[in-house]
């Protein structure tokens, strides 16, 4: 069965964990994990991509599989917006759900556990800054230098900071390569950047629903979602406290960008399921009243906002609001380094980071005489395919990891 209804998983927002892992899972057809651990590593004066500095950064960080004796087996898994390095396997026997990416990573699956050492590092401002599973620091963090949450003082992220805070978590553990590095959507945008940035590192890169900038369109996008929390009068120009911040506004933020994720054919098949109707008796009788499907929409970014920092929101908005892939003048320009043998899988029916994107760094280095295949996801998740329908194309990933 490819299609379950979200209406009968527990609530969630934004690519976030729990809206079809379940089902995922259940189309893996190989062992599990044992359970997962997560590490903390820990630097100081980190130096960023603008030329700032942090005096301390922890993130997180957790792997499957072993390492093997020349450290060169190797496969980085880096993730979407809203997720965090929880990639595979579970942290608890009975936590509700494994990992976003469990059916592709395990032992025979098509990142096959028993070949690889699977590694996966949270990126800097990660949205789930209240997660008793995430510790990475960001905005909400506390600033040594004045004792309390950085705030808006944080500096701007990137792309670039993300991998090099991961190249820095991958030193740490004596490795100085890797056999491949694949994500999805922003995970892709650091894949597709690793592989340019060190190109010595990466002779695989696997682009998963993503893309090799952010266009004039996609910059314009991102930019409602940081809007509604800008909008709330809670907000204070970042100064909110975590006992009074601008829930609705970051709720606002997740609600559109869950829809955004979503293709129109399977939204509507979720407004069936709550017998939804234009003509519905609460919204014709009172302008405050919601549709059933907006409130369905507003339960679920309710309930996982509880666990987020609107200020996160904001920081990562813009990492991928300046992303282009090398961090240069220009895409042609920063994709010139890249060595890797490159796999770009975007989805068919993705709304949000729509196949043209990933198709234009294809291209670009097809230009330029370097290796990559370019395969679509198909099916009715849009951008969501990518992470909860990625086993369509498992046998080409496991093709392309064994090469």
């Not at 976003?100 to 401002?125: E, H, M, R």
Request: charged share 15%; net charge neutral.
């Amino acid at each position: 069965m490819k299609i379950l209804l979200l209406s009968k998983l527990a609530p969630a927002g934004w690519l976030s964990v729990c809206l079809l892992i379940a089902l995922c899972s259940l189309q893996g057809h190989a062992s599990e994990l044992p359970l997962v651990k997560k590490h903390t590593y820990s630097t100081t004066n980190f130096s960023l991509f603008s030329g700032k500095q942090l005096a301390r950064v922890n993130v997180g960080w957790e792997s499957y599989g072993k390492l093997n004796q020349d450290k060169s087996n190797v496969v980085l898994i880096t993730h979407y917006f809203s997720a965090s390095s929880h990639a595979a396997g579970k942290y608890r026997a009975d936590d509700a759900a494994p990992g976003y990416w469990d059916a592709i990573i395990g032992p025979g699956k098509a990142i096959d556990t028993n070949q690889f050492f699977v590694i996966s590092v949270d990126s800097l401002v990660n949205l789930s800054a209240y997660s008793a599973d995430v510790v990475t620091t960001g905005p909400a963090s506390i600033n040594p230098a004045t004792g309390k949450p950085y705030g808006l003082d944080f500096p701007v992220v990137t792309i670039r900071d993300f991998v090099n805070i991961q190249k820095q978590v991958l030193e740490s553990l004596g490795i100085a390569k890797l056999h491949a590095v694949i994500g999805p959507s922003m995970g892709a945008m650091q894949a597709i950047d690793w592989a340019s940035a060190y190109p010595e590192w990466v002779p695989r890169m696997v682009s998963v629903i993503g893309s090799g900038q952010s266009d004039a369109w996609t910059t314009a996008a991102l930019e409602h979602w940081a809007l509604p929390i800008k909008l709330d009068k809670l907000w204070q120009q970042g100064k909110y406290s975590k006992n009074n911040p601008p829930t609705d506004g970051l709720v606002a933020a997740l609600m559109l960008i869950t829809q955004q994720a979503l293709h129109p054919h399977f939204f509507n098949q979720q407004g069936q399921a709550l017998d939804y109707s234009p003509l519905e008796d609460a919204p014709l009788n009172d302008i405050r009243a919601s549709h059933s499907i907006v409130s369905w929409l507003e339960t679920r970014a309710r309930a996982r906002a509880t666990q987020m920092d609107a200020n996160h929101l904001l920081y990562l908005v813009r990492a991928c609001q300046l992303f282009v892939a090398g961090h240069q003048g220009s895409l042609q320009q920063g994709l010139k380094a890249v060595q890797a043998k490159t796999l770009f899988l975007p989805a068919s029916t993705d709304l949000l980071l729509m196949p043209y994107l990933a198709q234009q760094a294809h291209n670009a280095l097809k230009k330029a005489d370097k290796s990559s295949d370019y395969t679509e996801l198909t099916g009715e998740l849009g951008h969501l395919e990518g992470v909860l329908d990625i086993q369509e194309q498992q046998h080409k990933l496991k093709a392309f990891l064994e090469e």
